[in-house]
């Protein structure tokens, strides 16, 4: 899906195709450095993830391994809690790995925040995260983000994987969402 079959719905296009491709590649290209060698796992956290784990994995030389997670974050439909329920857990143990989790957005940062101190009490050998978009503004708790796409505005953006009500996830840019969706 393009922005122009959706326009009535955007605000503006925050990043592009394009853009994403070529951050993609650069992290790729670092991930492969650091991890070369390395037994690494990609954990995904599902649903928003999708899209960057599966364009990441095709800019990265090494063939690291996917797992998937599911959680719900309680809140509003624009803002998360931090109250997490895990809804599919990993099919992999994590013991000793070198886990990297694969992110969409660190918005609060409280999903994450709890994912990876979930993570920590399972033995991994090392956890990174790796975020395609951050918004430091709306940042209620510190993240060790250690590769990061892009940082935005904190407002509410679709496409790339990111949803409103299950909607937009197939636009192939990241956008703004219209105020007059959600209000
Ligand atoms: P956090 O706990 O506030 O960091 O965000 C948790 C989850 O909420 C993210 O992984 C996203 O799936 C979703 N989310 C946060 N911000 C946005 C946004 O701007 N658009 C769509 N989903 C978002
Ligand atoms: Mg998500």
Redesign the pocket.
């Known amino acids: 899906m393009r922005a122009s079959d959706i326009a009535g719905d955007l605000d503006r296009i925050l990043v592009t195709e394009e853009q994403i491709h070529d951050k993609l590649d650069e992290l790729g290209a670092r991930i492969d450095a650091d991890y070369a060698g390395k037994d690494v796992l990609l954990v995904g ?1 599902l ?3 999708v899209m960057v784990m599966a364009d990441l994995a095709r800019h990265l030389t090494i063939d690291a391994p996917m797992d998937w997670m599911a959680v719900s ?1 309680y ?1 509003s439909s ?5 109250v ?1 329920q895990i809804r599919k857990d990993l099919d992999t143990p994590l013991e000793g790995r070198h886990v990297l989790v694969v ?12 994912l990876l101190e979930h993570f920590r009490t399972r033995g991994v050998a090392s956890l990174e995260v790796c975020a395609l ?1 951050r ?1 430091p503004d ?3 708790v510190e ?1 060790d983000a250690k590769y990061v796409g892009f940082d935005i505005p ?5 496409g790339y ?4 009500a299950e909607r937009y996830r197939g636009l192939r840019d990241v956008a703004v ?1 219209a105020p007059h969706v959600y209000s």
């Open positions: 956290v649903k928003g993830a974050s809140g624009t803002k998360s809690s931090g997490v992110e969409d957005i660190i918005d609060s940062g409280l999903t994450l925040n709890w978009l918004k709306a940042m209620k993240i904190s407002d509410f953006v679709v994987g990111l949803d409103y969402l």
